[in-house]
């Protein structure tokens, strides 16, 4: 059996949350492939809300969900996370963790926010939570890993000497306070015994379910423009959401994954720092804002809001290689009589162009070019099937279809996981990504 990838096909905050609460009914094991807890997963549930961060969305469904070795993870925030499933009703017996992901240690959380402060205006926008430096440590081969829980012996010796430098910086560069290694390791040894049954060989776990024929789900988080190696670089996260990272971030070969759905609002939202070509200007920001709640789960931060890009929805389907998209949101744009959307950029010589600049200088200065769509002012919140939705609608899908080449089998009409149309059921759409 495939697996298939549901990926962030904007700045993240698409609602790949609620897309794979909505398929993990139909999956058997759904896998968190890389990031940490910057990244929140909102899932509506029978008027219920919940706000997840290191957790699978599967986990609300009952789905095996894992957290695979791509992500970077804050024990006491995932403990945290575990306990206030279990107080609301929900089991998290089946949560595996890959002992070979990375823990985000004190240092790590002390270090990013001295760094961005210390950037001014400058700072890249991060949200503080230890990710990159974490990713860092990891890179560098000097990282803590979930697995080195189980051995305390292990662990202190790894944290005494991480310290030697983490202390010299944080004391010498930032004027900050030494950590203790001891009252980590007094901190860390708790949160392991909580941790401890469900740390797992998650690539064995993956695999052996791939085996026995079963659906497999992987998600990543954030979005495709926030990749360290093809986002708007530096304003990107420390790892790769893109779909070929999945793989790798969870311990599968690639040629295990057959369907790739990207995930995309009817219009697009930048949280942090960097530039955003389709950024609304004046009220119209504000009102999308509030129709949408476009405010972070993680961090509360308001989200900038922009017309549609399809320059770069183009972009995140070849770099993806999408075959089917899930359009979300479009109950967002039903006041709005006329909708912008950007089918071009102008670069700073004049010249316009389809393609996303691959060049920083060109994209930074690039301002969009519009074509203007009709809007259908019509609420569309208890419409259940394309055929009934207004004209408008459709023409608006069809044309984003038309753009990217890739077939929108996904459309969210509100917030609640009902909400939702699936072109040609759940099922065709897991078992080929919306080309069976």
């Known amino acids: 059996m495939p697996a298939t990838v549901v990926v962030g096909a904007q700045w993240g905050d698409e609602g790949k949350g609620k897309i794979v609460d909505l398929l993990a009914g139909n999956s058997d094991v759904v896998c968190r492939y890389q990031g940490g807890p910057n990244a929140g997963h909102t899932i509506i549930r029978e008027g219920e809300r919940f706000a997840l961060h290191h957790i699978p969305s599967g986990i609300i469904s009952g789905a095996v969900s894992v957290i695979g070795a791509g992500c970077v993870v804050n024990p006491e925030q995932l403990v945290a996370e575990l306990d206030g499933l279990e107080g609301r009703g929900i089991s998290t017996s089946r949560l595996h963790l890959s002992g070979n992901a990375h823990l985000i240690m004190p240092w790590h959380l002390l270090l990013d926010g001295a760094s961005e402060k210390a950037l001014g205006r400058l700072q890249i926008g991060t949200t503080r939570r230890g990710i990159g430096p974490a990713y860092a440590d990891k890179a560098a081969r000097v990282g803590v890993r979930v697995q080195d829980l189980l051995d305390p012996a292990i662990m202190r010796k790894k944290i005494e000497l991480a310290l030697i430098e983490k202390n010299a910086v944080l004391e010498r560069i930032f004027d900050l306070d030494p950590l203790e290694s001891d009252r980590i390791v007094a901190d860390l040894i708790p949160l392991g015994e909580r941790l401890s049954s469900h740390i797992v060989d998650a690539s064995l776990l993956v695999d052996a379910a791939l085996r026995d024929n079963k659906r497999v789900l992987l998600e990543g988080a954030q979005g495709t423009l926030l990749d360290l190696d ?207």
Request: proline share 6%.
């Open 230 to 436: 093809h986002g708007t670089y530096p304003y990107v996260t420390s790892s790769n959401p893109l779909a070929g990272s999945a793989a790798t971030g969870v311990g599968i070969g690639p040629t295990r994954i057959d369907g790739v759905i990207g995930v995309a609002k009817a219009y697009i939202t930048r949280v942090g720092e960097g530039p955003f070509p389709t950024q609304i200007e004046g009220a119209d920001q504000e009102r999308v804002r509030e129709l949408g709640q476009e405010f972070g789960t993680t961090t509360g931060r308001e989200r900038r809001c922009g017309w549609l890009d399809l320059v770069a929805l183009r972009f995140a389907a070849r770099v993806n290689g999408l075959t089917s998209l899930a359009i979300t949101k479009i109950d967002v744009l039903s006041t709005f009589a006329e909708l912008p959307v950007c089918t071009t950029y102008r670069l700073p010589d004049g010249s316009t162009t389809r393609e996303f600049p691959a060049h920083q200088s060109d994209f930074h200065g690039a301002t969009p070019v519009y074509e203007q769509l009709p809007g259908w002012q019509t609420d569309v919140e208890d419409i259940t099937s394309l055929a009934e939705l207004p004209q408008n609608a459709r023409d608006y899908l069809a044309f984003i279809q038309e753009h990217t080449e890739v077939p929108v089998t996904v459309v969210g009409t509100g917030a609640g996981r009902e909400q939702v149309i699936v072109e040609g059921g759940l099922d065709a759409l897991l078992a080929g990504g919306g080309n069976s």
